[in-house]
């Protein structure tokens, strides 16, 4: 499964983006898919995941209530709205898929990793 990220940029504080993560070469509808991010001198935490079974999400408890996974298999596309952005929402984020139904923050049951986009936030 290939995956590719995009909607990251630059973004005030309290402001949103919407990342989208475009997956290729596998059954989507039975992909696990999860967002990661990463800055600098920091390990790669779970931001949110979304399993394929039940369609339950997870979510890191600094986006909860702010923070939205979803997913249009129509479109093998899975999306994270972010609302309500602070600095400490700045990193590379990165989409990840799995066949198994998971919503795990351990990164190694990710089997699947888009190239990363970046989100700056700042005024």
């Known amino acids: 499964v290939q995956l590719q990220a995009s909607g990251g940029g630059l973004v005030q504080p309290g402001g949103s983006l919407r990342l989208s993560c475009t997956a290729s070469?596998?059954?989507?509808?039975?992909?696990?898919v999860g967002w990661f991010r990463q800055s600098p001198g920091k390990e790669r935490g779970l931001v949110a995941a979304l399993r394929w079974r039940n369609s339950i999400a997870n979510y890191a408890d600094s986006v909860k209530g702010r923070s939205t996974i979803s997913r249009d298999n129509a479109k093998n596309t899975a999306y994270l709205q972010m609302n309500n952005l602070q600095p400490d929402d700045m990193a590379v984020y990165y989409c990840a898929a799995t066949t198994i139904s998971t919503t795990t923050s351990f990164t190694n049951s990710w089997t699947s990793w888009g190239q990363g986009t970046l989100v700056t936030v700042s005024s």
């Open positions: 070469g596998g059954t989507f509808s039975r992909l696990s």
